[in-house]
């Protein structure tokens, strides 16, 4: 086999698997210990894997990468429901709300429909969609204009004009990470834009994040943790992370999956 074809081989054991050992590539292609480890320089120099002790993992999301709308919503499902359960019983009838863009926020707007008199404001399609696909006379939806990303949010000046004016009674923000030194954060630097004005509109803001947003930096911060008046995540999250996040933010929600 030439190395070519082996580090080809290699990189596709580490996407299906996550992470491969030295010892285990050795036997698997008859190689030595040596070759194996040139090659996995070769994929990390590329910037396809990282290089950890013993082994191998796949390379981790820069802060400036966005996953679409589609393969987002296929993460977490049973954590993201939970946590738009969570969200829902905090919205009254009456409540001008606004809801970000995201698939957690998105899971939110398809548990509203028996909610009266609502107003919602938001900057996503597919909010937008499952509030359309379900409509009520006592309803109103407000769909801001903007660029369009691939998180399917509308963004940019018109999106954040069509905000500047409006104030709310709570905004539901989806976050792409959260951490102590960066707070909640987006890899769209148009999206962040749009994201503060939300929570400069709202009177309170709710965060819903599930487990694995801890510890995942985004280019942009979105605000600080202790702007959270309520944070929903779910009971995979790190318990080393419940304190600092109690800490800050008003009040930590964590739901059973």
Partial sequence: MLAQQRQSAILELIRQRGGV?????????????MTIRRDLEVLAERGLIDKVHGGATLAGPGSAEEPGFAAKSIRQRDEKRAIAARAAALVEPGMAIA??????????ATLLADVRGL???????PVADALYADPRADRTVVLTGGIRTPSDALTGPV?????????VDVLFLGVHGMSPRTGFTTPNLLEAGINRRL????RRLVVLADHTKWETIGIATIAPLADADVLVTD?????????PLAEQVGDLVVVEV
């Fill in 21 to 33: 050992r030295v010892s285990h590539l050795v036997t698997r292609f008859g190689v030595s210990d």
């Fill in 99 to 108: 809801l970000s863009a995201g698939t957690t926020t998105a899971a939110l």
């Fill in 119 to 125: 107003t919602v404001v938001t900057n996503s399609i």
């Fill in 159 to 167: 999106a954040e004009a069509a905000v500047s004016t409006l104030n």
């Fill in 199 to 202: 929570v400069h509109a709202a």
């Fill in 235 to 243: 009971a995979g999250l790190d318990p080393a992370a419940r304190a």
